[in-house]
């Protein structure tokens, strides 16, 4: 009886021990894009961490499926933008942390930058607060996917 206790204590510290490694491997594989959205109005307080290789893995496999019908209604040659946001997007990895987009309109706010090499999106209007941070480096290889898609 002893005996097999102690297989099934190995077993299961083997299968924690598992665990363990599979998400130090996909943290380090392409880190965590976390994603808070606060809505005082609603009462709602959601805060999502996805691990950049689910997003990797939906691009690779085509399980992500793009708005065609919203990127028609927008009614902009993508095309002409493609080589100046492949140009930022490789070089956004490499250049310091800076401040790339705020702008104030009253209460509203929206600011965008890289600090630590991690691209930040915060937006705050009236009762409403959201942050979205992903790792730069995810930002290049998975902008380059989407690119073969548009």
């Known amino acids: ?24 491997a996909v943290y380090a594989w392409g880190g965590v894009m976390t994603v808070q ?11 999502l961490p996805l691990p950049i290789a689910v997003v990797d893995a939906a691009l690779i496999t085509g399980g992500l499926m793009l ?24 070089a956004l990895d490499d250049c310091p942390d800076v401040t790339l987009v705020e702008v104030q309109d009253g209460s509203e706010h ?24 992903v790792p730069t480096r995810a930002v290049e290889r998975n902008a380059k996917r989407l690119a073969r898609w548009i």
């Open 1 to 24: 009886m002893k005996k097999i206790l102690t297989f099934v204590a190995a077993g299961f510290a083997v299968l924690i021990l598992s665990w363990v490694v599979l998400i130090g």
């Open 37 to 47: 959205v606060q809505d005082r109005d609603e009462g709602v307080n959601l805060y």
């Open 67 to 90: 708005p065609d019908e919203r990127l028609l209604e927008l009614d902009v040659d993508l095309g002409q933008w493609e080589p100046m946001l492949r140009s930022l997007v490789e």
């Open 110 to 133: 929206v600011k965008v930058y890289k600090e630590h090499g991690v691209l930040k999106v915060e937006v705050d209007q009236d009762d409403v607060r959201i942050r979205v941070a």
